[in-house]
């Protein structure tokens, strides 16, 4: 038995290849098959797409088999590699981690091959697929607790070459939002881990986690707008329309832009994703479960900013985030 990662059909092959991305058993869990599809028109640029990497956040993988079911007709040039499902064991659960170690894959690459389950498959993905690829499109949607506008994001990146590169492949999804985060959790995140082999990665994000037919067009509208900028695939680059508007813009958030919830309690928005607002203006209110009499407390907007994300709703405990900011990035 072949004890490292492999595929069971050859990359390089021409025309459409459709196999497994073979990731080895351990003492945890014996050896499984994620599903990959490719299709070589030879020169051209090389790209890989990913959906599933959390398990709770499923317009990825279905974005995946629609590009799946066009791609063989629309493709004209260069290698496209798609596998809907990087975690199949987080997907099936609905659960952000994977249940069997408890880790998020989206924070231990390039993985151990000798680790556990989840580790074995950022191992995998990093030694199998990742060279095979100069591009990287890695399926989000924001979670079940939030509400999110269609966006593309990235983190920052020392190389200013590559964060250029970057924030241009981002635009040409033609989303609401090109995003740069200043995230205070980047270690192990699989476009960290891709940035630092020099690698355009980009992670488009949408939503809260649950399915609708609206989110799924606008999701595949995108995709299909940076297949045509990279000349994958022939057709005309569009706006996305979102909440019946048509604009882009490109948005810087900082860890400090995250406001939190100053106690427990159920939050309830009161704005919107996208509202321009003001200092003192209201986000959302706090209401106390625990006294009929206790006063609810007003969260507002510190200063000029954006709304980028709204909780959705939910019971938060003290110091959990209820809202994100932005700003116009100024390069």
């Given at each position: 038995?072949?004890?490292?990662?492999?595929?069971?059909?050859?990359?390089?092959?021409?025309?459409?290849?459709?196999?497994?991305?073979?990731?080895?058993?351990?003492?945890?869990?014996?050896?499984?098959?994620?599903?990959v599809f490719s299709l070589n028109k030879g020169e051209g640029p090389r790209l890989l797409i990913t959906g599933g990497n959390h398990g709770n956040e499923l317009e990825g993988p279905l974005v995946a088999r629609r590009l799946i079911e066009w791609l063989p007709k629309a493709q004209t040039s260069g290698r496209?590699?798609?596998?809907?499902?990087?975690?199949?064991?987080?997907?099936?659960?609905?659960?952000?981690?994977?249940?069997?170690?408890?880790?998020?894959?989206?924070?231990?690459?390039?993985?151990?091959?000798?680790?556990?389950?989840?580790?074995?498959?950022?191992?995998?993905?990093?030694?199998?697929?990742?060279?095979?690829?100069?591009?990287?499109?890695?399926?989000?949607?924001?979670?079940?607790?939030?509400?999110?506008?269609?966006?593309?994001?990235?983190?920052p990146i020392a190389d200013a070459d590559l964060m250029a590169k970057t924030l241009a492949m981002a635009a040409a999804f033609k989303l609401p939002v090109t995003l740069l985060w200043q995230h205070d959790d980047t270690a192990g995140m699989f476009d960290s881990w891709a940035h630092s082999l020099g690698k355009?990665?980009?992670?488009?994000?949408?939503?809260?986690?649950?399915?609708?037919?609206?989110?799924?067009?606008?999701?595949?509208?995108?995709?299909?707008?940076?297949?045509?900028?990279?000349?994958?695939?022939?057709?005309?680059?569009?706006?996305?329309?979102?909440?019946?508007?048509?604009?882009?813009?490109?948005?810087?958030?900082?860890?400090?832009?995250?406001?939190?919830?100053?106690?427990?309690?159920?939050?309830?928005?009161?704005?919107?994703?996208?509202?321009?607002?003001?200092?003192?203006?209201?986000?959302?209110?706090?209401?106390?479960?625990?006294?009929?009499?206790?006063?609810?407390?007003?969260?507002?907007?510190?200063?000029?900013?954006?709304?980028?994300?709204?909780?959705?709703?939910?019971?938060?405990?003290?110091?959990?985030?209820?809202?994100?900011?932005?700003?116009?990035?100024?390069?």
């Open positions: 038995m072949n004890e490292a990662p492999h595929l069971t059909f050859d990359l390089d092959a021409p025309g459409v290849s459709r196999g497994h991305l073979v990731v080895p058993g351990g003492a945890d869990h014996e050896e499984f098959s994620l599903a496209i590699i798609v596998l809907p499902v990087l975690n199949p064991l987080a997907v099936q659960a609905w659960s952000r981690n994977t249940p069997l170690d408890g880790l998020n894959l989206n924070r231990v690459f390039p993985g151990r091959a000798d680790g556990s389950v989840t580790e074995r498959i950022a191992d995998a993905v990093s030694r199998v697929l990742l060279p095979n690829a100069d591009i990287v499109f890695d399926l989000h949607s924001f979670g079940p607790t939030w509400d999110f506008p269609p966006a593309v994001i990235t983190h355009v990665f980009v992670c488009a994000e949408f939503g809260g986690g649950t399915v609708s037919a609206e989110a799924l067009a606008i999701y595949e509208a995108g995709v299909r707008n940076a297949l045509v900028t990279l000349g994958l695939v022939e057709g005309k680059v569009e706006d996305v329309s979102f909440r019946n508007k048509r604009s882009s813009q490109t948005l810087e958030t900082l860890i400090s832009n995250e406001l939190k919830s100053p106690a427990q309690g159920i939050f309830e928005p009161r704005c919107s994703v996208l509202d321009e607002v003001r200092p003192g203006d209201l986000i959302g209110i706090l209401h106390s479960m625990d006294s009929v009499s206790a006063p609810s407390i007003d969260i507002r907007a510190p200063g000029p900013s954006i709304v980028l994300a709204i909780g959705s709703g939910a019971h938060v405990d003290r110091n959990e985030g209820v809202a994100i900011l932005a700003r116009p990035l100024h390069n």
